[in-house]
């Protein structure tokens, strides 16, 4: 009898101590089934197809198009800058452009798409337009160039090629000269057939003027003009501005003409607003005619009515057909330069203004011999019609 109470005990003991064991390893097991579920249930559920990067191109080009902006005003390469590859789209725009509801509108479309673009001031990339917007859309970062302007129209050949014409001169014109005395020795590495147009409200403006003029080379006056908008410095000090009287927009032309002594020509710093009125511009041939000055419209608006009122008053003149530096990157100045040339075989004659940048100065030094070989460098007054 004294047996029976001890076995009781043993099963006991060994009953508890089997529990645990027993316990643990259902865990696990239930733990490898469920694992097991999750692997089946994500394997037989249909796979969501990847998102695709919204095409730069096609975005932009169905937003400028809704504005009454023609498909092919719109282009877009593929550029690197200091950050990266993106995608820059170009949108020549027509006459009345709305511009802001179109940057609005673009902005709307990259948010729906889940990416950001921003308003950027045209000076950060140097050169002329109605705006700059950058971001980053689908992992892809976009570069997005409004311009003022139409696009270039060389007569074509068959097969689309443009026929070059004899005798192609091309112009160049360096503006926003007169901050710094620094830019003349920079400048100097050029040929003197390229053009300094010098601001007559800057820092060093008479002393850079005069300089430039002692090398022989032709200076412009870089006259501010006003702009129906701007993010960033105005015109500055001085400017033509819309609905001034006749009077006061000749003697502030005087004025300028004064600073950048020895100019044989004016163009306009920024007035898109200024130079598409009528009243405006007739003030400002007023002055020139009587010096024997030519106009170089710097088409800072597909508006403009500049040229049209310099021949009207008898000034010679002449229009940009390139801008240079729009964006500051080498491979971009490069390809205006090529695209400047371009335009000179295939029409007879281009103007194409850039920036004192040391980049542009740089690039221009070391392109131009191979520039030259394709076109004749010419002085703007040439192709003004200007005696030399």
């Not at 509108?105 to 140097?126: I, K, Q, S």
């Not at 076109?375 to 192709?383: G, H, Q």
Request: hydrophobic share 50%; with cysteine; glycine share 10%.
């Amino acid at each position: 009898m004294a047996q029976r109470p001890r076995n009781k005990r043993r099963r006991r003991a060994a009953g508890s101590a089997g529990g645990p064991g027993l316990g643990r390893g259902l865990a696990a097991l239930a733990l490898v089934l469920a694992v097991a579920a999750v692997v089946v249930f994500l394997a037989r559920r249909p796979s969501r197809p990847a998102v695709a990067v919204p095409d730069a191109l096609a975005v932009v080009r169905g937003v400028a198009v809704r504005h009454g902006c023609a498909p092919e005003r719109v282009s877009v390469e593929a550029v690197r800058d200091a950050a990266g590859p993106l995608s820059q789209v170009t949108v020549h725009a027509p006459r009345r452009f709305a511009i802001e509801k179109f940057v609005l509108d673009l902005e709307a479309a990259a948010h729906n798409l889940g990416g950001l673009l921003e308003r950027r001031p045209l000076t950060e990339a140097g050169g002329y337009g109605l705006a700059r917007l950058e971001g980053e859309v689908g992992g892809a970062r976009w570069r997005i160039l409004v311009l003022g302007e139409e696009p270039p129209r060389g007569k074509r050949a068959e097969g689309g090629r443009a026929r070059a014409v004899a005798g192609a001169r091309l112009a160049i014109v360096l503006d926003d000269a007169g901050s710094s005395v620094e830019v003349v020795a920079e400048v100097a590495r050029l040929p003197r057939a390229v053009a300094v147009a010098v601001l007559p409200n800057a820092a060093r403006s008479a002393e850079v003027a005069r300089a430039l003029g002692a090398q022989g080379r032709e200076v412009l006056l870089h006259m501010p003009m006003e702009p129906i908008a701007y993010h960033g410095p105005g015109p500055g000090e001085g400017a033509v501005e819309v609905g001034l009287p006749d009077a006061e927009i000749r003697s502030r032309v005087e004025r300028a003409l004064q600073v950048v002594s020895g100019a044989r020509g004016v163009n306009n710093h920024m007035g898109s607003r200024a130079t598409a009125d009528l009243a405006a511009m007739r003030a400002v041939m007023d002055v020139l005619r009587p010096r024997g000055l030519f106009f170089l419209d710097s088409r800072t608006t597909a508006d403009t009515v500049a040229e049209a009122a310099a021949r009207a008053a008898g000034v010679p003149s002449l229009h940009r057909d390139v801008f240079l530096d729009v964006v500051a990157d080498r491979q971009a100045i490069v390809r205006a330069l090529d695209q400047a040339a371009a335009r000179a075989r295939a029409t007879g004659a281009a103007v194409a203004i850039g920036h004192v940048h040391p980049l542009t100065i740089e690039v221009l030094d070391q392109e131009l011999p191979r520039i030259e070989r394709e076109v004749r460098l010419v002085r703007p007054s040439a192709l003004a019609g200007a005696a030399r």
